[in-house]
């Protein structure tokens, strides 16, 4: 008996592409309305269509701008056929530059919470609008490793790399195109953005 069929087969796309994150989004994961797999991120066929956050403080999600080429997303597969098993863990590579007294504060707290991140990718949409996925949406993704360094010659970077990862029962998902900017669509609720 068949679990699933195929829809669609795939051609050769396009080879000239952008790699690389532009942005990261982070949302405090209890902040979005529970239950938060069908009513604070509702996702259909792959695609994130509709984000209803809690109205209040600390509430909205927090953008966080990286230096171009060092941010980075992967989600690795991992099934048993033994167990008849799958599941999907997302990492989110981040690297700030320049240590600072706020960055120390805030790092502290993106260690204590669980988390759903959003990566406003360097690809484009046909409509030149950027591809914005989400990770973690249905179990959230913490902050596991990484290291705060000085550096030792003045070309050296000072500052942050932080590790995020979460473990998932789908891959992630894209989120539903925008008008002007992410996360301005109409569907979604109480989704602001704080990005300073």
């Known amino acids: 008996m068949a679990c699933t069929a195929l829809t669609k087969g795939r051609g050769l796309d396009c080879n000239r592409i952008s790699g690389g994150v ?17 009513t ?4 259909a066929s792959g695609e994130i269509t509709d984000i209803e956050m809690v109205a209040g403080t600390g509430s909205g999600l927090f953008r966080y701008t990286t230096p171009l080429g060092v941010a980075s997303l992967s989600e690795t597969i991992t099934g048993s056929r033994d167990n008849g098993t799958i599941f999907y863990t997302p990492t989110v590579n981040v690297i700030l530059n320049r240590l600072t007294k706020e960055d120390q504060n805030e790092i502290k707290l993106l260690g204590q919470t669980k988390l759903v991140v959003f990566a406003e990718l360097n690809a484009t949409l046909a409509n030149g609008h950027n591809v914005v996925v989400g990770l973690g949406v249905t179990n959230g993704m913490e902050l596991n490793a990484g290291t705060i360094d000085s550096g030792a010659a003045f070309g050296d970077r000072n500052g942050y790399t932080l590790t995020f990862d979460g ?12 008008t002007t900017t992410p996360f301005d669509n109409g569907a979604f609720t109480n989704v602001s953005v704080t990005t300073s």
């Open 167 to 178: 473990l998932e029962p789908a891959p992630f998902a894209m989120v539903a195109d925008y």
């Open 40 to 43: 604070g991120i509702v996702q």
């Open 22 to 38: 532009k942005n990261i989004y982070f949302g405090v994961y209890d902040k979005f309305v529970s239950p938060i797999t069908t």
